[in-house]
Each structure stands twice: as C-alpha cells, then as structure tokens.
C-alpha cells in the first residue's frame, strides 16, 4: 500500500494508455517499457499514471467497448516477460522489429502475438502450477464466466443473441455441458488472464516502490456482446428475448450535434437496487484491487442517464432517467471504503450530478480547452474558477492535442480570451504556456497527456467521439519515448508545489 492517500495532497502526473508505448511488436505492453516510463515519472516527482482502460477490445479496438468488463487485455502481455518466465522459447520470443512510424498496427500485432501467447498458456496450463491454479479458484465469481464465453465466442460468435436458445438463455445443463466440451479453451483463456494479472502486478509493485499511484479507468457502461450482459441480463433493461429496449449515450452536447449514440445497454436500476448492487459491488472490488484510484468515465449517468429507444439512428430522442444515486454510493463506501474514485463530469451537467460528486467527496475534471469557449462568469473551466477538490488537465483522450487545438481549433473569440491569461500562441511555445497555466491552477491534481508534453500536432489525437474508425493508434516511437521531457515537467511541477511529497 501506498503511504499517502490519492488525492490528498498537491501532485500531478501524465496520462499515456499502454498501448501507446513503443514497442516492435506493434502495440505496446506490461513489460519492460512499462517498467522504465513508471520508474522514469516517479524520479521526475510524479505523482501519477493514468491509463484507459486494460479490457480486452473488439470492433474498433475502443478500450471502452469491451467484451468483459474484469477481464485483462491478453495483446498488452509481455512477449519478453512470457520468455523470461520459460514459457516460451529465445528462438520463439524473437522480436519481428516492426515498423517505427508513431501507430499501433492492431491486426499486425495479434496475428504476431496470438500464436504465441496460446503457446505460451498451453505450457502454463500443462505445468500444473499451484499459484495458476489458486488464481483460478480466487477469480472464479467472473472469471468462470468469462472463460465460458470466450470459448463459445470461439466457435459460435460474440453475438450471443444468436446463439442457441439453450445457451443463449443459459440452461444449466447446456452450460455445464459447454464447460466440459470447451474445457481446453477455458483453461487457456483462463491462463491469459492469468499471465496478465501477473504482468500487471509485477508493474504495479515497480509503481508502489517508487511512490507512483495508477489512475485507472472504467467504462460505466458494457457491451451488448459481452460476458457481463449475457451472464446477467437481468441487470440491463432486456426484453424477453434479451434484446436491449434502451441503449446509452448522451445528448448533443460540444462533441456532436446530434448527441453520441454508444449502443451500450442501459443498466436495470431496480434490479439492481434489489440485490443491494452485488454487480457493481463486484466490478469495482476487482477495479480497486487493480489500480490505486479509478476514473468513472461519464459519471453523471450515475445521476441520471440519456436513454435512448433501442435501434435509434442518433441520440436526439432519449429522454434523462433516474438512478437511485444516494442508495448505490452508500452501498458502495459500505462494501469498499475507502472510496478512491474520480468523476468524469464533463458535457451537459446538472446541479445533482455536482451534488452527488461534492457529497461523497470525489475529485471531478476540470478541461483548460473548454476555458476559452464563451464569456459566461460561471464556466467552471476558467482558472479562476477551478475547485480544489478536482484534476486538471490541457485536454483528454477525447480532445484533441494541446497543440492541435491551438493550432487549428481556437476562433478569433476564443484566442483573445485566452490571451486575458497567457500569451499561448500557435506551435511548441503555445503548449509550453499552456502547460505553465495549468500548473498554476488551484486544482490539487494535474495530469498532461504524454501528446502534449512533447507538443505534438493533431495527428497524434487518440480519440475523435462519434467517429468510429481510426481511433486509439497513436503510440510513441522509440526516439519520442527517450525524448519525454519528464525531468522537465517535474521542475515546472515543483516551482508550483506539485512535486511528489512536498
């Protein structure tokens, strides 16, 4: 355990998901980069590492849209560590030293890995090992379901909708018959995943060594063709043949026009509040027990969330629902205090959503990009306006790079009210007083996107919302990764008293 408590205290740290570090086989990983960029932000007085989140992805390679909301995405494994380990061979665990251009190859990458990480788990399966095993029988509540899935998602499809209705509605001899037919499948999904709790762990102690806490991140919602909906239907709003009749996203806000329509289904309230929230009592044990302090991503769905009826072409026809706020969070703090939990709350925002956030004490988020875009008093944004209790930052995952948005996304109007606070102008130096500012700002948390610390033009943009292809690519060649002007950003850190333990 860490000796201080996330958030406590004025820090700061950087956001850079996995998959964006470099890596010659094609997607960056848990291993030995990992280590160095941890061990690398902490001598550099970081407080913080914040990724998105680690679950495996499907169409789109959108961490947010996952088939399994505990599971660990096996392409983040360590092809190096797994050698380390005798799982695989130095002849097998050659790397293909892949083209260095600043882009994830997704589909280079898993037809690289795949191969070897099944080799890889079939060896761990065959050894018998007792802590695999004992992993096994601790993580059996979701990772029994999870294995299942993976199996049957092999040979019949993730849209488990079309599956036979034996299984599709889970009869429990059909289930355990699957068990049984698919026993090789199970065990080497479940040895992944294994693999990756290690890896992670073992990253996770380089952390807690240096006094680097993990910020992580958890979707609120889940997929239709996902382990966690066809497990338990019952916590989503499904009609009799478990097909959403509501699907999430939010309404037009600064991103989209016609709102963002995510398809996810929404969660059955009700239900849930009957069985005292044991789903997501569950989801958040396992969160908290992987990262030192988890972000909500769209908190004010826990509010209140946009429905909308499902097979709409956009989000314009939801309509605002409530949730049972007060009762969920109380169950929460009494199943898991300590709470370390932060609030996205961005877009179109109530004052219940800021009640419920300043109620239990959670930091929520503060953009500098949204400062500049109108005259209103009130713009929380503003630097005189920031809370104390929140984390900063120029720009998410969402937005585009610091310099990006100088460049190409700031109005004559918006320009000169950025000036009323710094002299950002276009390029490198823009980003450079950009940064200046938000470290200035009375938030007691900052984190800077790895993009922005080395002022890197749109291209580099991880996320566009309501685009659905192109995403998620960007990753550090080896040159910008050695490049990272950590040592710099912690000297501007602590001549505004953010430097880990002052």
């Known amino acids: 355990m860490h000796s201080f408590v996330p958030f406590s205290e004025r820090a700061s740290g950087v956001l850079l998901h996995v998959t964006s570090l470099p890596s010659p086989w094609g997607v960056g990983d848990l291993g030995e980069r990992a280590?160095?960029?941890?061990?690398?932000?902490?001598?550099?007085?970081?407080?913080?590492?914040?990724?998105?989140?680690?679950?495996?992805?499907?169409?789109?390679?959108?961490?947010?849209?996952?088939p399994s909301s505990c599971a660990g995405n096996p392409m983040l494994l360590s092809i190096e560590d797994l050698r380390d380990?005798?799982?695989?061979?130095?002849?097998?665990?050659?790397?293909?030293?892949?083209?260095?251009?600043?882009?994830?190859?997704?589909?280079?990458?898993?037809?690289?890995?795949?191969?070897?990480?099944?080799?890889?788990?079939?060896?761990?399966?065959?050894?018998?090992?007792?802590?695999?095993?004992?992993?096994?029988?601790?993580?059996?509540?979701?990772?029994?379901?999870?294995?299942?899935?993976?199996?049957?998602?092999?040979?019949?499809?993730?849209?488990?909708?079309?599956?036979?209705?034996?299984?599709?509605?889970?009869?429990?001899?059909?289930?355990?018959?699957?068990?049984?037919?698919?026993?090789?499948?199970?065990?080497?999904e479940k040895a992944l995943q294994y693999l990756f709790h290690c890896q992670w762990e073992a990253l996770r102690k380089v952390c807690e060594g240096c006094g680097l806490a993990v910020l992580g991140d958890m979707p609120i919602y889940v997929n239709t063709d996902s382990v966690d909906v066809w497990a338990s239907p019952e916590t989503f709003c499904l009609d009799e043949h478990l097909n959403p009749t509501l699907e999430s996203g939010v309404p037009p806000d600064y991103f989209s026009a016609t709102g963002q329509l995510w398809r996810n289904p929404v969660f059955n309230w009700q239900t849930l509040e009957r069985s005292g929230f044991s789903w997501w009592i569950e989801r958040l044990k396992l969160l908290l027990a992987r990262f030192d302090a988890v972000r909500i991503d769209h908190f004010r769905g826990l509010a209140q969330f946009w429905a909308v009826p499902a097979g709409a072409d956009n989000?314009?026809?939801?309509?605002?629902?409530?949730?049972?706020?007060?009762?969920?969070?109380?169950?929460?703090?009494?199943?898991?205090?300590?709470?370390?939990?932060?609030?996205?709350?961005?877009?179109?925002?109530?004052?219940?959503?800021?009640?419920?956030?300043?109620?239990?004490?959670?930091?929520?988020?503060?953009?500098?990009?949204?400062?500049?875009?109108?005259?209103?008093?009130?713009?929380?944004?503003?630097?005189?306006?920031?809370?104390?209790?929140?984390?900063?930052?120029?720009?998410?995952?969402?937005?585009?790079?610091?310099?990006?948005?100088?460049d190409d996304e700031l109005d004559e109007h918006a320009r000169r009210r950025l000036q009323g606070y710094t002299d950002a102008q276009a390029g490198p130096e823009g980003v450079r007083a950009m940064l200046e500012l938000l470290l200035s700002s009375r938030a007691s948390t900052t984190i800077v996107c790895a993009q922005d610390l080395l002022a890197l033009p749109a291209e580099?943009?991880?996320?566009?919302?309501?685009?659905?292809?192109?995403?998620?690519?960007?990753?550090?060649?080896?040159?910008?990764?050695?490049?990272?002007?950590?040592?710099?950003?912690?000297?501007r850190c602590a001549a505004h008293g953010r430097s880990a333990g002052a």
């Open 85 to 188: 380990r005798g799982l695989l061979s130095p002849e097998e665990a050659v790397a293909p030293g892949l083209k260095d251009d600043g882009y994830v190859d997704f589909e280079r990458a898993q037809d690289l890995k795949q191969p070897l990480l099944l080799r890889a788990a079939e060896r761990l399966v065959r050894s018998d090992d007792p802590e695999f095993l004992a992993y096994c029988d601790h993580e059996a509540n979701w990772l029994d379901d999870h294995a299942l899935f993976q199996a049957l998602a092999q040979e019949l499809g993730s849209a488990w909708r079309s599956w036979p209705d034996t299984l599709k509605f889970r009869d429990a001899a059909a289930i355990a018959s699957a068990r049984e037919q698919h026993a090789a499948a199970i065990e080497i």
């Open 315 to 406: 989000a314009i026809d939801g309509q605002w629902m409530d949730v049972p706020s007060h009762a969920f969070f109380d169950a929460l703090h009494a199943a898991l205090h300590p709470l370390p939990l932060v609030a996205e709350d961005l877009g179109t925002i109530t004052p219940d959503v800021h009640e419920l956030r300043d109620h239990y004490g959670f930091p929520g988020m503060i953009v500098l990009q949204f400062a500049f875009n109108d005259d209103h008093y009130d713009n929380p944004y503003k630097p005189e306006n920031h809370r104390e209790n929140a984390i900063a930052y120029l720009g998410t995952h969402d937005n585009n790079t610091c310099r990006g948005w100088l």
């Open 35 to 66: 280590h160095e960029f941890a061990q690398r932000l902490a001598a550099a007085g970081q407080r913080y590492w914040q990724t998105l989140p680690l679950n495996p992805v499907s169409t789109g390679n959108s961490p947010y849209f996952s």
């Open 460 to 491: 580099a943009r991880m996320n566009i919302p309501g685009v659905a292809e192109g995403n998620w690519r960007w990753q550090l060649t080896a040159a910008q990764f050695e490049a990272l002007p950590l040592q710099e950003l912690g000297d």
